[in-house]
């Protein structure tokens, strides 16, 4: 079954401090993982898409990482600001599908002052 | 790079009624458009996928003849929502991919929040 999950569901840093969320999928065939930043009332916003060749991809303090031989991706997210809050999404499309993507639960970050 | 832009952000009807949703690609020609249903912490699931000029298709479970997608151009599709119930008062996204659109795809509009009253 092609399956995203993420984890943890939901995390409390503290500001300035590093993070890293997780990502596992069952997704295939495998075209491209991406992960989003979701505000609270927003429509998701993308932060990195990554094919089966890349394995890390960075967009300001957001690192993301792949490894397809074990189908796991991680974002790291660097000197945490309060702007971070937000639900992050792991969204892995298949390939020959129509390209439908299958989505992940999500990890909400509270990043607090 | 690609925008896409969804309106109303928010609508407060009575139940009963019928609420159209606006979802624009501003400046690449969406070809297939997508619309979303997510409930307070959750993930976004599939409701339907319109591609222009087509009849819409629509995920298991889905209403087709309650949740009306019109994607009659490349810039513009619409989800009307009839007679609202309070159990459709949801958080409404819809997302758009096409030629034009730049590496990665599937723009996200800015959602929209219906409460039915």
């Known amino acids: 079954k092609n399956q995203v999950e993420q984890s943890p569901q939901s995390l409390i840093i503290l500001e300035g401090k590093n993070c890293t969320l997780q990502?596992?999928?069952?997704?295939?065939?495998?075209?491209?993982l991406r992960w989003y930043k979701q505000d609270t009332g927003r429509g998701p916003v993308s932060l990195t898409i990554?094919?089966?060749?890349?394995n890390t991809k960075s967009n300001g303090r957001y690192t993301a990482t792949l490894d397809a031989d074990t189908k796991q991706s991680s974002l790291h997210i660097t000197a945490s600001q309060l702007s971070d809050s937000a639900s992050y999404i792991c969204?892995?499309?298949?390939?020959?599908?129509?390209?439908?993507?299958?989505f992940g639960g999500g990890t909400r970050l509270m990043v607090k002052p | 790079g690609a925008v896409v832009s969804q309106h109303p952000s928010r609508v407060i009807c009575k139940s009963g009624t019928s609420v159209k949703i606006e979802c624009r690609s501003l400046?690449?020609?969406?070809?297939?458009m997508f619309w979303y249903r997510q409930f307070p912490k959750q993930s976004l699931m599939l409701m339907a996928t319109?591609?222009?000029?087509?009849?819409?298709?629509?995920e298991q479970g889905v209403e087709k003849d309650k949740f009306l997608i019109n994607h009659a151009s490349l810039t513009l599709s619409t989800l009307t929502v009839t007679s609202a119930h309070p159990e459709d008062s949801s958080f409404y996204i819809c997302?758009?991919?096409?030629?034009?659109?730049?590496?990665?795809?599937?723009?996200f509009g800015s959602g929209t929040r219906l409460t039915v009253v």
């Open positions: 997302s758009a991919v096409g030629p034009g659109q730049g590496t990665g795809g599937y723009t």
């Open positions: 990502c596992n999928y069952t997704v295939s065939p495998f075209s491209n």
């Open positions: 990554m094919t089966f060749s890349e």
């Open positions: 969204v892995v499309t298949r390939n020959n599908a129509g390209n439908m993507l299958t």
């Open positions: 400046d690449f020609q969406a070809t297939t």
């Open positions: 319109s591609n222009e000029g087509s009849k819409a298709t629509y």
